[in-house]
C-alpha cells in the first residue's frame, strides 16, 4: 500500500482540511463510568458527528485529495454503513459523484440515508465481500476511484485527526481506548497520540467474535478470519488492512476483546445513563472499561465512534443487554389449564416485587399433556440476584419452572 | 403564591447560583428539522443535562436559598421521574437530606436513579397525586420543607436560567419551542427571554391528551382536567399551577398541542437522526416543530427538556412510533393450515422488498376453521405508501388480508 508511511504531518494537514466540515464535539461526561474506574472518564461522541460517525473525517480527506481529472471520474465504495454515508456526504461537499455498493438486505434507514446524501445506490450479492467486489469490478470499467474503508493513508490520516482533537480538548489524558475493526481509526488516532505524547496509552479493542487482530499480530503479518459473528457490524472486518496493521503493530500498547453480551450491556448503559445511541461497535471501546474498568489508568478518553445503529436492530440489542445484565427475565412455567392459575401465578411474581412485561401461553409443546399449558412470563427485575431470588421463590412456592429461556442473541 | 412576582433579577441570581452545577451544553444541529423548517433550527439537549432533565436547575435554586435551620430539618418531593431525581442530586450536591415519595410500580431504573443520588425513597399509594398526599403529611410531621416541582418562585426563576443560556448561545434565535406541563419550564424560559428579548417568539407545547393550559388560559385560571392519557408522562399534568400560569398566561406567545402519534414519531427520529435519548415529554417541542415545520419562524431553538425514560418503555414507544411513521406494519393473513403456505407468503412479501421482522401463528380464533391458521407477519416498511401498496399487492395475489393490526399505545 503505503511507500512513503503516513505521518503526523499528514494527520495535521487533514485536520487543517477538516477544519469547518466536522462538527467540533465537546467530550462528555460519565459519571456511571468514573464511579468504575476511580477517576476521570471522557466520552468521545462522534455518533453525533456529522453522518453519524468518525467515517466522515477519512472519507473527506482522501476525496478532498483526489486530482480534478480523478473527482470528475466520480468516486465508488462498497459498505452496507457507516462507509457507506461517509463516502456520500464527502463527496456531496466536494461536488463528487459517488456511486456506493450495498449488499442485498442492507437495512431501509442506511439506504435512506445514503440515498439521501445524494449518492446512487446499487445492489450487489448478499455479502459486503461481494458488494466490494462489484465495486471495484465499477471502478475498473469506469474509471471511478474506489474509496477503501480503511486501508488508505489517506484514510488513516483523516481518522487520526480525532487524535489530535482528544489531546487538544483532554491534555490530561493518561489512556484513550478506541474501537478495532480493520485499523483506520486506531491507526490514525495512535500515530497521532503516540508522535505527540508517547506516554498515553492507547488500547483497542475488538469484538472476540470479530478479532482479527489478535492473531495478526501474533503472526506479525494480517491473518484473515475464517468466520465472524458480531451484532458490531461496523468493525466485523476478517483480515486487518496492510496500512493499518503496519502502524497498529508499531504504536498500539494493547488489544483487548469483548463479548456480545459485553457489547449489548454497553449499547444498553450509553442509553440509559449518557442518553445517547451508539450502535454496537461504537460502544466497543465503553464495554472494555464497563468489563475490566481498573485496567484503565484515568483519565480515560472512551471512542464512541458511531451511533448509525438500525432502530429494529437496536430493538433486539437492548432486550438482549437487559437480559445479559439480569434486568430481564424470561421464564415458563408449565400449569394446569384452567381458571385462575394465571392469575395465581401473576399475584406471587407480583409479591416478589418483579414487573410483568408480556405474557404468552404456549399449549402445543411435545411435553405438554392436553390439560397443561406453558406460561411464558417476561418480567423486568432488580439484577441478576433478583432473577434468582425470584425462580427460587416460585420454585418453593410449587410452580414447576421450566428451564430459563433467554432472549436470543440479535440476528 | 407569589406575592412579589418573579422577575428577571431573579432569574439572573439563580444563574449565578448555578454557575458550576449545571453543565454547560452546546447547542446541538439538526440538519434534518432544518430542511423542513428551511432554516437554522438548534436541539437545546437538557436531556444530557446532570441527572437527565433540566429539573436540577429548580430544584437546586430552591434547595440553595432554604435557611440552615430549612435546610437541616431536610427537604421532600413527591414524584417518580425528572423532579425525583433533580431533587435528590440537588440536595446530595447541597449536603442536604431528602425524602422522595413515589407511588408503587414506580419503574425499577427511576427508583434505583434516586437512590443512587442518595435520597430516602418511600412509597405510598398508586398514583403521583397520592404521593404528594403522603409527601405533604410527612413536611407536616418532620418539618421537612416539600420542594414543589413548579409552583414555586425559586424553582421557576432556576428553569428560567434555561432561557438565559439559550439567549446566550444563539443570539440570532427567533422562536423558542417549550414543552409544557405544570408550567415551571416554560414560566422561567418565557420570563426570562420576553424580559430580555420580547421580540422572540416563546412557543409552549402540551400533549394534546394532557393539555389544562388552553382551556385554563380561556378561563383566565388554572383550571383541573378530569382526566390524562399520555406517554409523555413527564409533562402530564392535570391542574396548572398557580405561579406559573401568570407568567405563562401573560408572556407566552402561544400553546401548541400534539398528539401521541407525534410524540412517538419526534422520540423515534430524534434517536435516529440527533442519537440523543430523549423522553416523550422531552420531545414535545420537536413533535410540534415536526408536525407543522412552517410554523416556526427559524432560527428556532427546540428544548429537549429530558431523556430519563424506562428502557421498557422506550422498545414500546419505539415500536409504537415506527408504526405510526408507516415503517412497521402488522398484517394478518388467514390460510390454509398446511406445508408451504407460510413460504410462500415469505416470499411474495420479500418481492414486494418488505423486510420480515417477526412472524406469529395463530390457531385459536374463534372465526378460525379447524384447517386454517392466521399469520400475523411483522414487516418493515419504507413508509405509509409502501405499506399501501404492501397490502394491495397480497391482495391482489389472492391473500385473504385480515383488517391491518397497529402496534398497541404504550401503556
Redesign the interface.
Known amino acids: 500500500m503505503a511507500t512513503v508511511p503516513v505521518t503526523l504531518a499528514d494527520v495535521e494537514a487533514a485536520a487543517a482540511n477538516l477544519d469547518g466540515v466536522v ?1 467540533d464535539l ?1 467530550l ?2 460519565a459519571q456511571w463510568l468514573e464511579r468504575l474506574v476511580g477517576g476521570e472518564v471522557r466520552l468521545v461522541t462522534e ?2 458527528q456529522r453522518a ?1 460517525s468518525f467515517k466522515i473525517r477519512g472519507a473527506y480527506n482522501r476525496i478532498s485529495r483526489l486530482s480534478p481529472q480523478e473527482r470528475a471520474r466520480g468516486v465508488v465504495a462498497a459498505s452496507a454503513g457507516n462507509h457507506a454515508q461517509g463516502v456520500a456526504v464527502a463527496a456531496q461537499l466536494l461536488g463528487v459523484h459517488a456511486t456506493v455498493f450495498m449488499p442485498e ?1 442492507a ?3 442506511k439506504v ?1 440515508a445514503t440515498l439521501g446524501y445524494g449518492a446512487d445506490v446499487r445492489f450487489h450479492g448478499t455479502t459486503i465481500d461481494a458488494a466490494l467486489t462489484a465495486a471495484r469490478e465499477f471502478a475498473d470499467e469506469t474509471g471511478a476511484v474506489l474509496i477503501h474503508p480503511f486501508d488508505h493513508d489517506d484514510v488513516i490520516a483523516g481518522q487520526g485527526t480525532l487524535g489530535l482533537e482528544i489531546l487538544a480538548k483532554m491534555p490530561e489524558v493518561r489512556t484513550i481506548v478506541v474501537c478495532l475493526g480493520g485499523g483506520g481509526l486506531l491507526a490514525g488516532v495512535s500515530l497521532a497520540v503516540k508522535s505527540r505524547r508517547p506516554e498515553v496509552r492507547v488500547v483497542g479493542v475488538q469484538a472476540a467474535a470479530a478479532a482479527a487482530y489478535p492473531p495478526s499480530l501474533a503472526a506479525g503479518h494480517p491473518v484473515a478470519l475464517e468466520s465472524m459473528a458480531t451484532m458490531a457490524d461496523g468493525i466485523a472486518v476478517g483480515r486487518p488492512g496492510d496500512a493499518p496493521f503496519a502502524i497498529i503493530s508499531e504504536r498500539v500498547d494493547e488489544i483487548v476483546t469483548v463479548s456480545e453480551e459485553q457489547l449489548s450491556r454497553a449499547v ?1 448503559l450509553l ?2 445513563r ?5 450502535e454496537p461497535a461504537g460502544a466497543a471501546a465503553a464495554a472494555a472499561v464497563l468489563a475490566d474498568p481498573s485496567a484503565f489508568e484515568p483519565p480515560v478518553a472512551v471512542v464512541l465512534s458511531g ?1 448509525n445503529v438500525d ?2 436492530v ?2 433486539r440489542i ?2 438482549y443487554g ?1 437480559a445479559a445484565a439480569g ?2 427475565l424470561t421464564l415458563a412455567v408449565r400449569m394446569q389449564d384452567r381458571p385462575g392459575s394465571l392469575a395465581g401465578l401473576l399475584n406471587d411474581i407480583q409479591e416478589l416485587h418483579a ?1 410483568v ?1 408480556d405474557i404468552e401461553h404456549n ?2 409443546d411435545a411435553g405438554l399433556r392436553v390439560d397443561e399449558v406453558d406460561i411464558v412470563v417476561h418480567v ?3 439484577g441478576p440476584e433478583h432473577c434468582e431470588a425470584l425462580l427460587a421463590s416460585l420454585t418453593a412456592r410449587g410452580y414447576q419452572v421450566l428451564p430459563g429461556r433467554f432472549e436470543p442473541l440479535p440476528g
Chains 1, 2 share one sequence.
Open positions: 462538527r465537546p462528555a461526561g455518533n453525533l453519524g438486505g437495512t431501509i434507514p435512506q444498553l442509553l440509559e449518557a442518553k445517547l445511541v451508539v451511533g432502530t429494529l437496536l430493538l437492548i432486550r437487559l434486568r430481564y414487573n412485561v399449549r402445543v423486568e427485575t432488580r
